[in-house]
């Protein structure tokens, strides 16, 4: 028996003998041997641990290319099958080695090196190399392949094959996972443009049917030697954009080189998006890597090659002209450098009026221009800007226009002007900040200056009323409970004369005139709190009760106010009430509170998350716009399966939150007459799976009677997690935004012909606020009076976001009250 033994063996009271005779010598023993057990243990596990894990081998992959001399590039280089390749690459390769070998924290590591392709330039190779590195010397391997690059640039190489030389070498530490896709060939094409045609490209199976899942695809694009290539994606409809989501790429070489990157897409574009690029040199590469998810199809294609534009930029002369950035409105290429030295007259001054700006790179903060910018009197200008004006205090002006290596943009149209130091603006009018505006645009209600300059001292007409501060605003916005001047005087003296009513839009009319049975106000509210409200003959426009009688009041249901004989205007009334209100004015949109729009539906399809709004009208019921299932391609959205309805949600991220409901969809009941290119009677219903319960977050908003009016002026309130932005990403907290209904006959003159009777104008004229895609079936809500809350619209569509002169389009409720009601039995 041994020490260790006979200490273990100390628990049973039957061994009374041995607890009773401690012996102290054979408890040393034993301490001593467990402590070089300890130790031995912790010394192995010390070993096990640098050498297995602290110090693992790591697998790191460098993707770059190599351009050197004393070798004419031939055809057969383009075709990596060909004897002349496999001969070339050999040669590279084995230089590439010997680089690496003649540095000793990267040669022993190498493992394999593959020259990908060749392309013109004296001859680049473009090559990949893996390595085996302990990861203590990880860095160390960073440093030196960086070192490789940095003092090849001082001195070439010198090496033993003494025909070719290395003239520049470039390498990149990318994802070792990409190492599959560079040896997987199945979805690899390699094009070159042909002299004056048209060359296009697909996806694999482009429109017919979806792009392959978990797929490695490129494209790599070749023109001849001194020309760029010039692409175009004239169809792009990917997978919604999500971290992780399907991506294509264009690079500005043969490499999938980050830094070379141009552009990173997903999702679908529409037309109206410009989707051309311009190369630096001769070859460019188009990549899409897939995910495992999604059925969406693809992108279309086409390039062509042009003469490589050796300048740009150069002396302009006379009293105007434009000039614009390489191939606007195009993407410009990388590595450019314009300048334009423009001149005037010498008598007068010049100023540069910068139109379409757009020099945007992700993650590069506005303020710092640290890579594609715009310099003009010393000042970087970059990021997207709206029009802007630059002008000069003498005759002369010099613009310079940089981009580098990665990512472009479409860059700008510019506008020289002379002008006379003493009227900057012939014709036109000055702003304080330079900015000249059309004389129609002074004095009418909207900051077109940007400081508001073209509204002070202004002489208001009689549509007009004037705020305290000098601004004219149209006279509807008088006393209707939003600041419309500013400062607040709008809504001061909202009291109407002695013997007058003051109605809802802040007009005053006679006492006499109220509860007379007509619309005195123009809103109704005349009309609405009528003790004796009048039975009337049933017109088209009045409220009819169950009981088939007709009564005078505008709106009257839902509105505590009890005006049928028969009390059906008061019955079922339990919707449109929220358990949290926030009285602000909104102006762009804002984040909304829980429980604030109850009512508030984010529609998913299936993986590629929130794609529409809808409304809550019955715990079984939703409203939505029947574009939402209108099919582009593929049966995914038309089938009530492929949708997820989450109720009482605010946060996109915070799905699983408990207040949250969420339904599957059984039955998604479009409107007969729903047109796809008209957006006519742009309406669905939705029946949910099982019923949702009503809590604080979860309510319905009451369904407006087909009588009911939403006159001009009136407020009403959009909500939605979609695009804060026009091309803009979805929001991920629920945004509301207050809008107001705008005159029919003028929104016909603002969207001639696009405008039917089942569509209603909402918006801000002025731009700046307004639904946008992804809103699309989501509610347009009015407060009426009884402060219950009605769904008057549905978003349906827009020209663009937010526009000037541009309102969204609603589906008008009211107008399809008796479809719902046939449908859902509501
Ligand atoms: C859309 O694409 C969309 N500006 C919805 C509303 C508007 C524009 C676009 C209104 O779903």
Request: charged share 20%.
């Amino acid at each position: 028996m041994n020490g260790l033994e006979e200490g273990v063996e100390f628990l049973p009271t039957m061994n009374a003998k041995k607890l009773e005779k401690p012996n102290p010598k054979h408890y040393m023993v034993v301490a001593a041997i467990l402590a070089v057990c300890l130790v031995v243990s912790l010394l192995v596990g010390l070993l096990v641990w640098h050498f297995v894990y602290k110090n693992a081998p790591v697998q790191k992959l460098y993707n770059g290319h190599l351009r050197f001399t004393g070798s004419r590039f031939i055809d057969a280089y383009e075709n990596s099958n060909s004897s002349e390749f496999a001969t070339l690459a050999a040669k590279v390769k084995k230089m590439i080695i010997d680089i690496y070998k003649n540095n000793p924290d990267v040669g022993p590591f190498h493992k394999e090196t593959v020259i990908t392709s060749f392309s013109e330039g004296s001859i680049i190779a473009y090559y990949w190399s893996e390595f085996s590195v302990p990861k203590l010397q990880a860095d160390a391997l960073d440093k030196a392949m960086a070192n490789i690059q940095a003092s090849n640039q001082a001195t070439p190489m010198k090496l033993r094959n003494p025909d070719l030389r290395v003239d520049t070498i470039v390498a990149f530490s990318t994802n070792p996972e990409t190492i599959k896709a560079l040896q997987d060939n199945s979805c690899k094409y390699a094009l070159h443009a042909k002299e004056g045609l048209i060359t296009s490209f697909t996806t694999p199976g482009f429109p017919n049917s979806p792009y392959p899942p978990n797929a490695r695809c490129q494209w790599e694009l070749r023109a001849d030697v001194d020309s760029v290539i010039s692409l175009t994606f004239t169809t792009v409809d990917l997978e919604p954009c999500k971290l992780g989501s399907d991506t294509l790429a264009v690079y500005d070489s043969l490499s999938a080189l980050e830094p070379h990157a141009m552009v990173k897409l997903c999702g679908s574009y529409s037309l109206s998006y410009n989707l051309t690029f311009v190369s630096s040199q001769n070859v460019m590469l188009v990549t899409l890597i897939t995910n495992g998810e999604g059925r969406d199809p693809g992108f279309r294609a086409e390039f062509f090659q042009m003469p490589k534009m050796n300048t740009c930029g150069g002396t302009l002369r006379g009293i105007a002209g434009n000039f614009t950035t390489p191939y606007f409105p195009g993407h410009y290429p990388p590595k450019m450098n314009c300048t334009w030295n423009i001149e005037v007259p010498r008598d007068k001054n010049v100023k540069v009026r910068f139109h379409n700006f757009f020099l945007a790179e992700p993650g590069v903060p506005v303020d710092s221009c640290t890579k594609d910018y715009m310099q003009v009197n010393y000042v970087k200008h970059c990021g997207s800007k709206k029009m802007f004006v630059v002008s000069s205090k003498t005759n002369k002006i010099a613009v310079h226009f940089h981009s580098d290596l990665s990512f472009v943009d479409t860059g700008f149209l510019a506008e020289f002007l002379a002008y006379d130091s003493g009227d900057p603006c012939p014709g036109k009018f000055t702003c304080k900040t330079g900015r000249c505006i059309e004389l129609k645009k002074r004095c009418d209600g909207w900051n077109d200056c940007t400081d508001a300059s073209d509204e002070v001292n202004c002489t208001c007409t009689e549509k007009q009323f004037r705020c305290n501060n000098g601004w004219c605003k149209p006279k509807y916005w008088l006393c209707d409970g939003v600041n419309d001047c500013g400062d607040m005087s709008d809504e001061l003296q909202c009291q109407c004369p002695a013997n007058n009513f003051k109605c809802s839009n802040g007009k005053c009319i006679l006492e006499s005139q109220k509860c007379n049975g007509k619309d005195d106000c123009g809103d109704g509210s005349d009309e609405g709190d009528c003790s004796s409200v009048v039975t009337v003959p049933c017109k088209e426009y009045t409220y009819k009760c169950r009981n088939n009688l007709c009564v005078n009041k505008e709106n009257p249901e839902c509105d505590g106010v009890k005006d049928c004989g028969d009390n059906s205007d008061e019955d079922n009334c339990n919707c449109g009430t929220r358990s949290f209100t926030k009285k602000s004015r909104i102006v762009g949109g804002l984040d909304a509170e829980a429980g604030e729009w109850p009512w508030q539906v984010s529609l998913h399809v299936g993986s590629e998350g929130h794609t529409c709004g809808a409304s809550v009208v019955s715990e079984k019921w939703l409203v939505t716009a029947a574009h939402c299932f209108h099919d582009a391609n593929f049966a995914r959205f038309s089938n009530p399966k492929s949708w997820i309805a989450f109720m009482g949600l605010l946060d996109q991220r915070d799905r699983s939150n408990p207040s949250v409901q969420r339904r599957g969809i059984k039955r998604i009941i479009t409107h007969p007459d729903f047109n796809d290119f008209t957006y006519d009677n742009d309406i669905a219903v939705m029946e949910l799976d099982s019923p949702i319960t009503f809590t604080k977050q979860v309510q319905p908003i009451c369904l407006p009677d087909s009588s009911h009016k939403f006159p001009a002026g009136q407020v009403l309130h959009v909500t939605g997690w979609g695009a804060t932005a026009e091309h803009g990403a979805g929001a991920i907290i629920l945004q509301k935004a207050e809008i107001r209904v705008i005159n029919q006959t003028i929104c016909e003159s603002l969207m001639p012909g696009l405008l039917t009777s089942r569509m209603m104008c909402v918006g801000i004229l002025e731009g700046g606020t307004d639904a946008c895609q992804g809103d699309s079936g989501g509610p347009l809500t009015s407060i009426e009076a009884n402060g219950k809350m009605f769904l008057a619209g549905v978003v349906s569509w827009g020209d663009g976001c937010a526009r000037r002169n541009k309102p969204g389009a609603y589906s008008r409720v009211p107008q399809f009250r008796n479809w719902i009601r046939e449908k859902t039995g509501l």
